[in-house]
Nanobody
Framework: QVQLVESGGGLVQAGGSLTLTCATS????????MAWYRQAPGNKRELVAS???????NYRDSVLGRFTISRDNAKNTVTLQMNSLKPEDTAVYYC????????WGQGTQVTVSS
């Protein structure tokens, strides 16, 4: 059973923007902090941004000021708005709970060309 569905990735030039969306069920979303992670080839999966159930946010330093995480409690979705993209942002992006206890989805590929 697919619990997390990520979408919105693509190929973009450096400096461009993308909006990623994660859809999940109400039972997973409600009351839980959610987060976006990414994994580049040869690297470990890393936390990019998180948002608590109360909408408090945190970001890794390298994306601070460029990425914005938000949640829509009515639609059970988490969005990652990515601006001023850099080639080093290239990775597969995943969503999960802040403590990632759910099975990982397929992710969505983000490729930033220089």
């Amino acid at each position: 059973q697919v619990q997390l569905v990520e979408s919105g990735g693509g190929l973009v030039q450096a400096g461009g923007s993308l909006t990623l969306t994660c859809a999940t069920s109400r039972s997973i979303f409600s009351g839980n902090g959610m987060a976006w992670y990414r994994q580049a080839p040869g690297n470990k999966r890393e936390l990019v941004a998180s948002i608590s159930s109360g909408s408090s946010t945190n970001y890794r330093d390298s994306v601070l000021g460029r990425f914005t995480i938000s949640r829509d409690n009515a639609k059970n979705t988490v969005t990652l708005q990515m601006n001023s993209l850099k080639p080093e942002d290239t990775a597969v992006y995943y969503c999960n709970k802040i403590i990632p206890t759910l099975e990982w989805g397929q992710g969505t590929q983000v490729t930033v060309s220089s």
